[in-house]
């Protein structure tokens, strides 16, 4: 693969552990696994907003309370931000309108999601997702292979909502190593028939408790066969958890990233990803 470039083009003060983000009208709408918000900040002014997802919302909520918000995705101005799945306190799906700026709703996946863990043979405890993709017909559920068994799974579902008669898809996936370290998904995209994904390695066997970060990945997936194009590591350090499209030409294509720092501390480093067009 050609070369890519990695820069860090700015940094935003009052956001923590940022695991997910989407690009709109050069706003970004940012979640953070630790917070009860939905931030947006407004590039040209730096202006930073906080809308409340939960009711008592706070900026780092107690591990093992916290909704663990770590999946955002988009369609028709509504974002749809998933809890990972990975406790029981962290099973919910919020829908958030971008025209009014307001929660639409609170779903309970619980169910939803025990569905997906018999369905697929992933242990509730090796339950753990962190990519969301909606394209209006099908949802694409990412689980972070991070836990003991290293089940990196993609849940193809097909449903115009989580609520109504679905059909259900679950297929394996074994991605690269680092320092024999399995990576796992941290978040996923569709950008045309192209998926694009995030991984990283990190030195644990719990989707609960943190390890050593040893890098991450980008990869390209084809969304008809669901079959992986490549992987590219692009980092040895960062534990890059978001993903957004910024700017595609011909030959091509930029990225927003965000990176979780598994700490309370409220700063939030925006790193942008071009990479050619395979």
């Not at 999601?113 to 990519?131: C, H, R, T, W």
């Not at 990412?142 to 990196?152: E, I, L, V």
């Not at 941290?186 to 998926?195: E, N, Y």
């Not at 490549?230 to 990225?255: A, Q, V």
Request: aromatic fraction near 12%.
């Amino acid at each position: 693969m050609e070369k890519f470039t990695l820069e860090i083009l700015f940094q935003i003060i009052g956001i923590g552990s940022a695991s997910g983000l989407i690009y709109q009208d050069n706003s970004l709408f940012i979640i953070g696994d630790n917070s009860g918000y939905l931030y947006e900040y407004n590039i040209d002014n730096s202006d930073l907003k906080k809308h409340e997802i939960i009711a008592n919302a706070t900026e780092n909520i107690a591990k093992n309370q916290k909704p663990d918000f770590e999946s955002i995705t988009n369609h028709n101005d509504t974002l749809y931000i998933f809890g990972s799945g990975s406790t029981d306190q962290r099973n919910k799906m919020v829908e958030f309108d971008l025209k009014s700026k307001t929660k639409i709703a609170t779903n309970n996946l619980t169910d939803f999601y025990a569905v997906m863990q018999n369905f697929s043979g992933i242990k509730p405890e090796d339950f753990n997702l962190e990519g969301a993709i909606f394209d209006g017909e099908n949802w694409y559920l990412f689980n972070r292979g991070n836990g003991k068994t290293n089940k990196n799974a993609i849940f193809t579902i097909h449903a115009k909502s989580l609520g109504e008669e679905f059909s259900l898809i679950s297929v394996d996936y074994k991605l690269p190593k680092i320092k024999g370290v399995r990576s796992s998904f941290t978040d996923a995209i569709l950008v045309d028939d192209k998926i694009y994904f995030l991984a990283t390695a990190e030195d644990t066997k719990s989707t609960y408790n943190d390890g050593e970060i040893l890098g991450s990945f980008i990869g390209q997936m084809d969304l008809k066969t669901m079959k992986i194009d490549y992987t590219k590591k692009i980092s040895s350090t960062n534990k890059f958890e978001g993903l957004t499209l910024y700017k595609k030409s011909n030959n091509t294509i930029e990225f927003l990233l965000c990176e979780d720092n598994d700490t309370e501390l409220l700063e939030t480093t925006i790193f942008k990803l071009n990479l050619p067009i395979k």
